[in-house]
């Protein structure tokens, strides 16, 4: 079987959040898991020089007619959620903790933080928003609770944001699949192409 | 018949290279003409707060690994050049006079421009060169020359960066289509639906 797909993604990006609906059904097309891997763009932005889109002139503007645009074309609910963007370390914890003990929990949660966030305009940011989505889905938030507060998760979360960036994440959404980089929702076709081919 | 494509492209982007290629059977699969927009990064950059991506950690590495990936794909001829980037305003004024005269002729001038920069090596943000490049294409070279030093010139390349910025161009390649902004070779696809369903 065929090496899973790394999706890399921020809380906060909402080109993140398209992604997350469409990676799936494109994994499955070539029998290929996806590993969800929560990362923060703030660190990233730190060595890359970049900043958040929304703050940029002109770019600014385009992501803003650009994002809803495309969750029209996908049939995805979206709502600016406000504030935007925010910063996501406790949902990111969240789904670390969460994978260890069974990445099926971990992606339901993430996808539900998601929705929260663009579609319900929950500040996801939030711990006690983070814990309620948890809640919300039946899973353990008590226990999540306990282990946001965890020397080791915080580490633990800290290495995988390092991690991603030594491997040239800069940007959400990113995609590694056999070590070859992809990154923005719109390379899904071309990541396709690339994996039904083998490369070229 | 619909209205043109505009294609806004720096001729120091390889991505915008790499639309140059793709743009022209899109829109005729739409029954739509192209229009050549020659823009300036740099002034656009200047407003955007952004800078050349190559410059940038991470998003650089990334870049130069894409850009010629992307060229096998789409068996586009491709050898980095240097230096890179340029500036490209000759070229660029070369254009819009070319386009006056005839745009079939500014079309082709404007390919080979991006040909001899990115695929022979040629450094044509200097005069000199691009003038070269216009000789070889059987254009009359000496009434570039003279075109080129023209003031009014000057000021109509000027005045069509400063409308590409007022009309949200930040990037290269921009197109728009029917005032509806698409950015990014990446985004073709996309614009290729919105003109077969007249938007979604």
Known sequence: MPEPI??????SSPY?????????PLAQRHIRAVRWRPTLLGPAFQVSGNRPLGDQPLKGDYMRHDVPRLCRRY????????PFPIGTVAPARAVYWLWDKDPDEAVR????????????GRNIGDAAVALQV?????????????????????ARTKAAVEHAIKLG??????????????????????????MARGGW
């Open 6 to 11: 790394d999706f890399y993604f921020d809380f």
């Open 109 to 120: 949660y993430a996808k539900a933080v998601y929705r929260a966030y663009f579609a319900e």
């Open 16 to 24: 993140g959040y398209v992604a997350a609906h469409l990676i799936e």
């Open 75 to 82: 049939g995805i609910p979206f709502a600016w959620p406000e």
């Open 169 to 194: 994440v800069f940007g959400s959404p990113f995609f590694l699949v056999d070590e070859e980089p992809f990154w923005g929702v719109d390379r899904l076709p071309l990541m396709d192409e690339w």
């Open 134 to 154: 948890a809640a919300d889905e039946g899973l353990d938030a008590e226990a999540l609770g306990q282990a946001l507060q965890d020397p080791d998760l915080k």
